[in-house]
């Protein structure tokens, strides 16, 4: 299993307009592509010396395959659609494998 973790930092003036595209839109539109079993989206709780606000989401896919089809099938598209906050985030993407998962 394969997390496809988006870590962003939004400007505090248009967060509350980002964080509904994000759930009532973007998440969504990620998820409608099929290439990811579940999104879950964390707000990080560390003060930023620059300032905003962070937030993960980590998108589950089943394989690295699946993760490298929505990269070269969808990625672009997708992230084209984020230009209305460009200018007033910072985003990195990370890739983890998942090596062992334990439940109560």
Known sequence: M????????????????????????????????????????????VKEPMGGITYS???????KEMLEKYYEEDAAQLRSRSKAFEGKMVAFRTELEVVNEQKE
């Open 2 to 45: 394969y997390i496809y973790n988006v870590t962003t930092n939004i400007q505090e003036d248009i967060h509350e307009e980002w964080l509904e595209w994000m759930q009532n839109e973007h998440i969504p539109e990620m998820l409608l592509t099929k290439k990811f079993t579940k999104a879950l989206m964390s707000r990080v709780v």
């Open 57 to 63: 989401v980590q998108y589950t896919c089943i394989n």
